[in-house]
């Protein structure tokens, strides 16, 4: 077991990767009653096609990593979250473009529930039967899901930027998709990424290290999983342009939806440089247009937004893209102010007050967020996927300078690799 000190923000951790790959870090939080813990695999929505080591690639269906993550909740003795619930724990799962996530917080039982959380995640219970079952229940939120605005203008403008690369299907993929999902593809893909040594295992909170690294220890010697290659991915070239400039569906809303995204073609950043162009990014983009800001005010008082106005910025190795919007009254004039507003910030810059102020704030967001043991999980995971370390964040934001972040608004806003989505008002 090796310990990692992170002096700046007061944290250590405790680290061993297991002889079958498994990689395990615990953080202990003295005093803390709750204990969180997350099984991660890097596996989401985005890796439809995949080969390992030298065998051959191969295609699998859309929504294949959600429509797994949603068996893995079934055992043969019946639900897995009944197990949890008896055992004072509250569970849960995600999917999502690049990872899948099991988890569980307690207060009491921490070793049972950390058991129950390894046993069933690796151990796949799949029969014709049950997997038959599921494609109704998944076509259902499918539909379902259709009908949601947010979800609508989301989606729709992430369909609307990326020609090819996978991040532009549903996560739960499309209802003709999940019929072609059978128990063998099923255990296929869980057998390629769910192996230990493509999973993460993240415990925080009132625990004592080397009784759960022990614990961990034990659980895996009980179970034998044969070595296996490396994993790759294959995407097709993704042009740098967005796929359809202006995209509409039509909902009963209240108020429009409108969103605008900005598309980035991606040079193979490395972890480091892809933490600093993620910060950057964020810094700016709350400079810009967070709730003390010029145009956020002025966008208000033109009644153009609402409290829903926000905006996000996601990227990885292999995509990137900034999300901005939320209700309008009038989609094209709050396009219209949005462009004027960002194309003179371009020209003047950012003022030094609103960055300095901006980038208090963010530090101190970061280090209340080391309080909760959920988030902790959460973005702990997240960036280890990527390479790089949540605890390393701090450093990386106190060197970020103004004229980094003026050049990267300058960079981002590239009208050309604009897209936008809009949820209008249905006439009736």
């Known amino acids: 077991m090796e310990t990692l000190a992170y002096p700046g923000v007061q944290e250590t951790l405790y680290r061993e990767v297991m002889p079958n790959g498994l990689e395990v870090v615990v953080l202990p939080k003295p005093g803390f009653s709750k204990t969180y813990a997350t099984f991660s695999t890097r596996y989401g929505s985005i890796d439809n096609r995949f080969a390992v080591g030298d065998q051959e690639l191969i295609s699998v269906p859309d929504g294949i990593a959600h429509f797994l993550e949603h068996k893995m909740f079934e055992e043969p003795t019946g639900d897995i979250f009944a197990t949890f619930a008896s055992q004072g724990a509250s569970a849960n799962a995600f999917t999502s473009f690049d990872r899948t996530v099991y988890l569980f917080s307690a207060t009491e039982q921490i070793e049972a529930n950390l058991e129950t959380l390894i046993d069933f995640v690796q151990n796949p219970y799949f029969t014709d039967e ?24 989301y989606f729709g403008l992430i369909d609307a930027m990326y020609h090819t690369h996978p991040i532009h299907i549903d996560i739960a993929g499309t209802a003709e998709s999940i019929r072609q999902i059978d128990k063998e593809t099923l255990y296929s893909c869980y057998e390629t990424f769910y192996h230990p040594s493509n999973m993460f295992l993240f415990i925080v909170g009132g625990v004592q290290p080397d009784e759960v690294i022990a614990l961990v220890r034990n659980n895996q010697a009980k179970k034998s999983f044969e070595p296996q290659g490396p994993i790759s991915r294959s995407f097709d070239p993704e042009p740098a342009t967005v796929k359809i400039p202006r995209k509409t569906a039509v909902l009963p809303v209240s108020l429009p939806k409108c969103m605008i995204g900005f598309k ?82 371009k020209v003047s810059g950012l003022s030094e007050a609103a960055f300095e102020r901006t980038k208090r704030k963010k530090i ?65």
């Open 264 to 345: 980035e073609t991606r040079q193979q950043l490395g972890p480091d440089e892809l933490l600093r162009t993620e910060l950057a990014t964020k810094l700016m983009l709350d400079s810009l247009l967070g709730s003390s800001s010029p145009i956020y005010n002025d966008l208000y008082d033109d009644s153009l937004i609402s409290d829903s106005f926000g905006y996000e910025f996601n990227s990885s190795e292999d995509y990137a893209f900034s999300v901005i919007g939320g209700e309008t009254r009038n989609p094209d004039e709050l396009l219209q102010k949005l462009r004027e507003a960002i194309e003179s910030a």
């Open 364 to 428: 101190g967001g970061y280090l209340r967020m080391l309080n909760s043991p959920e988030a902790i999980a959460s973005e702990f995971t997240r960036y280890r996927f990527r390479g790089t370390d949540l605890f390393r964040l701090l450093p990386v934001y106190e060197s970020i300078t103004l004229e980094e972040t003026n050049q990267r608004m300058r960079e981002h806003f590239n009208w050309d690799r604009m897209a936008v989505s809009i949820v209008a008002k249905d006439a009736h």
């Open 130 to 153: 049950n997997v038959e079952k599921e494609k109704g229940i998944i076509e259902q939120e499918i539909n379902m899901y259709r009908d949601n605005a947010d979800w609508r203008v």
